[in-house]
């Protein structure tokens, strides 16, 4: 599906975005859009009925106060920095998984970047069958569809790439989040946020890759399940405020986009050396549980593969998969 041309509503939009707390005159959107002033007001108005906060003020303009906590397009391709990723979005209010929409989607043709997202999910998915907690208005749930020149082989670096991007998004959002491997982050070993990799391909060509992620940004300790509670956490739970989730959805799309152009240039070392520096597994003692055995040791690095290597009484074992649990925090 090609992206569709912003309309004068999002125009509007996207010009009072852009000047932050500056008021704008309507002369200036006026002209800069091709507008006439009538159709500036209107614009307006009807973005106020719509949850934005608009103020007014006389000789001086329009100024954006507050946009809807919602994450149709008319709030994210305002925000969006990006040329791929996002500029189709595919919005639902309810949805089983937005990863299995954009599987389907994927097997239908759909292009590199689009993106399904959701305000909730009744099925969200987790890695190992595990379900995804995804209470309505609260939190990002989104799968973004890549269609990379790569063969199978070099899917995992894409997520651990996905992993660094919402790191680096927790992080500007002032969350001190860091990556258990591949590709859990957490905030002081809570969870904040996971990635659902899917993948269909030939034996040397991904047909496609579907980034599924999930951060919790505005959940509540209620809304987890009782047993999630001591383990899980939020952008809210962390910081004490809630954040604007348009904008935070904005800057994960543009932090991946920007690993993503960073790969195709200059491949996987930059991603790897980026999730050495944010990771938490590194260093410490570690039990994995993978491919049936269970390996106990010192997690010593990821190698050029992304997979990760354990010091343990054999030798060095070399991870493809798993599960990671941190043993000790002192190193
Ligand atoms: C994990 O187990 O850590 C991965 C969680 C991934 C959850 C996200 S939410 C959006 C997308 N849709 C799903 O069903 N799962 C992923």
């Not at 008021?23 to 200036?28: L, M, R």
């Not at 996002?86 to 599987?103: C, P, W, Y």
């Not at 790569?150 to 927790?170: N, Y």
Request: net charge negative; charged share 25%.
């Amino acid at each position: 599906m090609p992206p569709e041309p912003a309309n004068s509503e999002e125009l509007v939009l996207g010009f009072l975005a852009e000047a932050g707390d500056e008021f704008v005159s309507g002369e200036a959107i006026s002209d800069k859009l091709g507008l006439t002033r009538t159709a500036v007001w209107k614009h307006v108005e009807s973005l106020r009925a719509q949850g934005y906060r608009i103020d007014a003020a006389p000789a001086r303009g329009y100024r954006l106060s507050a946009i809807p906590d919602r994450l149709t397009a008319l709030e994210l391709r305002p925000l969006l920095n990006t040329h791929d990723l996002g500029q189709v979005l595919h919005h639902f209010e309810v949805i089983s998984s937005t990863n299995d929409h954009a599987r389907e989607l994927a097997e239908e043709g759909a292009g590199h970047g689009e993106v399904v997202i959701a305000e909730a999910q009744t099925g969200g998915r987790g890695r190992r069958g595990r379900p995804w907690v995804s209470p309505p208005g609260k939190n990002a749930y989104f799968s973004v569809l890549l269609r990379p020149d790569l063969p199978p082989v070099r899917a995992p670096e894409l997520t651990l790439l996905g992993s660094v991007a919402i790191c680096d998004a927790l992080r500007q959002a002032n969350v001190p989040a860091t990556i258990k491997w591949p590709n859990d982050l957490l905030v002081a070993e809570r969870k904040i946020a996971g990635i659902l990799t899917e993948l269909a391909s030939e034996p040397e060509r991904v047909h496609w890759v579907v980034l599924g992620v999930g951060v919790n940004v505005n959940a509540a300790p209620s809304d987890f399940p009782e047993e999630l509670r001591p383990v899980a956490t939020s952008i809210f739970i962390e910081r004490g405020s809630k954040a604007p989730r348009a904008l935070f959805v904005a800057a994960c799309l543009t932090a991946l986009e920007g690993w993503l152009d960073r790969y195709e240039e200059e491949g996987f070392d930059p991603v790897r050396r980026a999730w050495r520096e944010r990771s938490s597994t590194l260093g410490r003692e570690v039990r994995v549980k993978a491919e049936g055995r269970e390996v106990l040791g010192r997690a010593e690095d990821i190698d050029a593969s992304g997979a990760l290597l354990v010091r343990s009484g054999e030798g060095v074992e070399r991870i493809l998969s798993g599960d990671v649990v941190h043993l000790r925090t002192d190193g």
